[in-house]
């Protein structure tokens, strides 16, 4: 069977979704793969999200993505809105949901920390949703 695409957006695809999509494929892997993308861009993802990332997990995002738009991604079977806070970027699916995140741009590491702590905890219960095919 063919792993769902699970897809993270929100608008500039540099902080939260990045994050989201560096957290699935550690811990979800084996259960659906992981992209992200925004309407917009930035010329690199955020600075902070990259140096937590990889003092706490040992992930080196920007060795593996970059900021994509919405358009670069493949058909997509769940879409995880990170809380847009504004019009969120639709792309179509059978299943949308807005995991409702602040957005830690330019606030503490501890705040920082505190929206990657969710998101860890939301990749994994989503993958237990998935591997028990409750989505």
Not at 15 to 36: C, G, I, N, P, T
Not at 81 to 100: A, F, I, Q
């Amino acid at each position: 069977m063919n792993k769902p695409k699970v897809a993270f957006v929100c608008v500039h695809n540099s902080a939260r979704s990045q994050m989201a999509e560096a957290l699935a494929k550690k811990f979800a892997s084996d259960v659906f793969d992981s992209f992200s993308a925004g309407t917009e861009t930035k010329p690199q993802i955020n600075q902070d999200a990259v140096r937590l990332i990889k003092a706490h997990y040992g992930i080196d995002m920007e060795a593996t993505q970059h900021s994509k738009l919405l358009t670069d991604l493949p058909p997509i079977d769940i879409v995880i809105k990170m809380g847009c806070n504004v019009v969120c970027p639709y792309l179509p699916s059978r299943h949308t949901e807005d995991w409702g995140l602040d957005d830690p741009t330019g606030k503490s590491d501890a705040e920082f920390l505190a929206i990657i702590a969710q998101i860890e905890e939301k990749v994994k219960n989503l993958a237990d949703l998935i591997r028990n095919n409750e989505l």
